[in-house]
Nanobody
Framework: QVQLVESGGGLVQAGGSLRLSCAASGSIFSMNAMGWHRQAPEKQREVVAVVANSGSTHYADSVKGRFTISRDNANNTASLQMNSLKPEDTAVYYC?????????WGKGTLVTVYS
């Protein structure tokens, strides 16, 4: 089994920054990718940023240029540096990982951006 624990969510003013972290633990014998998704009220969960073992990254168009994902493979952790935050970034952010081809999700951390 794999467990994902997020941290770093909170309340921040528009234009500010926040850094989210995710720690993976458990039966991690083949970590394929890690990333972050988010879900705002009345909206579907969407991909925010993903980083593969190769180091390649993918960002949602809405956060490109503002968010940066990084990964520490040795510690099975992933971070999301969020800059120039906007109210529309308000959502529950979920850590996501693929281990041996299986998707795992954290419980989420709330990010609230106010004007």
């Amino acid at each position: 089994q794999v467990q994902l624990v997020e941290s770093g969510g909170g309340l921040v003013q528009a234009g500010g920054s926040l850094r989210l972290s995710c720690a993976a633990s458990g039966s991690i014998f083949s970590m394929n990718a890690m990333g972050w998704h988010r879900q705002a009220p009345e909206k579907q969960r969407e991909v925010v940023a993903v980083v593969a073992n190769s180091g390649s990254t993918h960002y949602a168009d809405s956060v490109k240029g503002r968010f940066t994902i990084s990964r520490d493979n040795a510690n099975n952790t992933a971070s999301l540096q969020m800059n120039s935050l906007k109210p529309e970034d308000t959502a529950v952010y979920y850590c996501w990982a693929v281990v041996a081809g299986i998707n795992y999700w954290g419980k989420g951390t709330l990010v609230t951006v106010y004007s």
